[in-house]
């Protein structure tokens, strides 16, 4: 209630300024700028049901309830979704200080893994669960400009120390969910952060996010660009897999570059993100949470698979390599079409976030 209170005392104050500007405590890094739903690209395209089906799914969540408080409930009593969303919302274009830096939207997808309970010659990779010695500290309560930072690390004597490096990854005390074939997809699989292992006992099981190491997230690719190993211009999801298989000397070094190691808890459900519900293809996004709050309602411009792509999405997850606040990267599914899809998706990308109106009609 208060941060919806906090949006539309904004409102009242900034009516249709084009000058963007930081307007919200909880985007301390965002600028916005308001404008009308005529002018988002294709609006009259939108398939406003599917995109009203989807926010009501992440208002299961807390975070999304808090952001949009009685509009969650509202929602599932419309009868018609276009008039919901333009008479209860207000689109405000993100960007960064600079105006006219350009945005960029990327692809990624549910891995496909082989695997085994049990360690064998072929199944000897592990995918862990969160080390028992990793110590997760939040520092909100006494630095609250570090709310949305984690400090992770292990003790030694009484020291917090930082945690163990992808190359230190034998020395990790944690519960391994399962065993695989191969450590390159291990690596991809921490990329997309959730997956599904096909066991030798023809058993499938899903595994997703559930912690990280501490260590920042550097990419391979810009790696593999770095030592000529790749043109940036030929850098892709494929492009890295195939090297790496053709290169097996060489697969340690690469996947050493980046000392992030993730780890993973069994679920329920396929492909679950960050605000803790199953994503939805081609709806869900992730994020960069220090620059968009997770839960939030966004509405995107790019080109996806070839196509100029403009509609509703939720932003229902974040990843490593999300870094900005015109950054997203969009759930494509499952499969090798949704693989495709995603290792080539790179595009220039327009976001803007949806947020309450001041005043609400009722029909």
């Avoid at 969540?61 to 009685?70: D, H, I, N, R, S």
């Avoid at 519960?175 to 006992?201: M, W």
């Avoid at 570059?257 to 679920?267: D, I, R």
């Avoid at 519900?277 to 080109?303: Q, W």
Wanted: one cysteine or more; proline letters at 4%; a positive charge.
């Amino acid at each position: 209630m208060k941060l919806l209170i906090f949006f539309l005392t904004l409102f009242i104050f900034l009516g249709c300024s084009k000058t963007p500007q930081i307007l919200s405590d909880k985007m301390p890094k965002t600028y916005l700028v308001k404008e009308k739903f005529s002018s988002l690209p294709s609006w009259e395209d939108e398939n406003y049901d599917k995109a009203l089906k989807s926010f009501i799914n992440s208002c299961k969540t807390k975070k999304t309830k808090k952001l949009y408080g009685a509009l969650c409930q509202k929602a599932k009593q419309t009868k018609d979704a276009k008039i919901f969303l333009q008479d209860n919302f207000t689109p405000f274009k993100i960007s960064s200080k600079n105006a006219k830096d350009i945005g960029l939207l990327t692809g990624y997808y549910e891995a496909q893994l082989y695997g085994s309970l049990n360690k064998t010659k072929k199944f000897k990779y592990p995918i862990y669960n969160t080390p028992k010695d990793l110590v997760s500290v939040n520092l909100s309560s006494i630095y609250p400009k570090l709310k949305h930072f984690r400090l992770r690390g292990r003790v030694v004597g009484n020291k917090l120390i930082p945690y163990y490096k992808r190359s230190e990854f034998d020395k990790i005390d944690a519960d391994v969910i399962c065993y695989t074939d191969s450590k390159i997809d291990l690596f991809f699989l921490e990329i997309q952060g959730s997956g599904r292992v096909i066991l030798d006992n023809n058993k499938t099981i899903f595994v997703s996010y559930d912690n990280q190491n501490g260590h920042k997230y550097r990419a391979i690719g810009r790696y593999l660009i770095d030592i000529g190993a790749i043109k940036k211009e030929d850098i892709s999801l494929q492009s890295i897999h195939k090297w790496l298989e053709k290169n097996p000397s060489r697969v340690d070094e690469v996947l050493n570059y980046n000392n992030s190691l993730v780890f993973f808890t069994k679920s329920n459900t396929p492909a679950t993100g960050a605000l803790g519900i199953e994503l939805t293809p081609n709806r869900s996004v992730a994020i960069d949470h220090h620059y968009i709050p997770l839960g939030a309602m966004l509405y995107l411009d790019a080109k996806v698979d070839n196509v100029q792509t403009s509609q509703i999405v939720l932003a229902q997850d974040t990843g490593g390599a999300i870094k900005g606040a015109v950054r997203a990267d969009l759930f494509l599914g499952y499969g090798d079409k949704a693989l495709q899809k995603a290792g080539k998706l790179k595009s220039k990308l327009k976001l803007w976030i949806l947020l309450p109106k001041k005043e609400t009609k009722e029909r």
